[in-house]
């Protein structure tokens, strides 16, 4: 969706939190703000979604803001195998939109 | 292995023939998505069903793209008279319908397709 944008990469030295940002300036009310990730040659995998509040999981935190029109996911301590392209997205329980991607790099 | 399965996982085809792709979800998934991918883009929505019916077909890139569900477990995907800039990959995804507005897509390896 090209109205979803994310900086095209980024890195973060292992250990350290990752803080990846997204905008999605047009999100719709009934439309979850959600976020994938994609190692070479697989497909996607899902990492955490949400409405309106945070939510946190076993692998990341997601921050949303009061107008929705950003999230950041927060991988709390990035290892080696976080190295991968990381997909926001929006959409409802039926069609979904996802933007461009972020390629993070963990550096030793 | 009960992940969602594709087949074929590459294919290469000459400008205008016809391609089928088949997708396999995950045995109790209702929910069948298809998606196309290309070079450092994320993956692009171009159609869904719910058991065998496709609810949302408007995002097929042209009428050459059709997809059925038959049965409502397998789907397949299906170009005619394929071009050069059908080049990309193919993924599929499913889900399940239960409890709560959303639940997570799980997509399958994808399709490589390479039109010469």
């Known amino acids: 969706d090209a109205k979803t944008t994310q900086p095209p990469s980024m890195d973060c030295a292992e250990g350290r939190a990752a803080n990846l940002p997204c905008n999605h300036s047009?999100?719709?009310?009934?439309?979850?703000v959600y976020w994938y990730r994609q190692i070479h040659s697989q497909g996607p995998q899902y990492i955490i979604h949400g409405l309106k509040n945070n939510e946190t999981n076993e692998m990341a935190s997601l921050i949303i803001t009061e107008d929705r029109k950003s999230s950041t996911l927060i991988l709390p301590h990035a290892t080696l195998r976080d190295t991968a392209v990381y997909y926001c997205g929006k959409g409802t329980g039926n069609q979904f939109y996802f933007g461009t991607g972020t390629s993070l790099t963990v550096i030793p | 292995d009960t992940g969602v399965s594709q087949d074929p996982r590459h294919k290469i085809t000459k400008r205008g023939q016809n391609v089928t792709f088949r997708c396999d979800p995950i045995?109790?998934?209702?929910?069948l998505y298809w998606y196309r991918q290309t070079l450092g883009q994320g993956p692009e929505f171009l159609t869904y069903?719910?058991?065998?019916?496709?609810?949302?077909k408007s995002r097929l890139l042209s009428d050459r793209f059709s997809a059925e569900r038959p049965k409502g477990s397998f789907s397949t995907l299906e170009i005619q008279r394929t071009e050069q800039g059908d080049s990309a990959m193919y993924l599929c995804a499913s889900r399940t319908t239960g409890t709560g507005f959303y639940n997570e897509q799980f997509f399958g390896p994808g399709t490589r397709l390479t039109v010469l």
């Open positions: 069903f719910q058991n065998e019916a496709q609810l949302e």
């Open positions: 047009t999100i719709s009310g009934n439309e979850y």
């Open positions: 045995s109790e998934h209702n929910r």
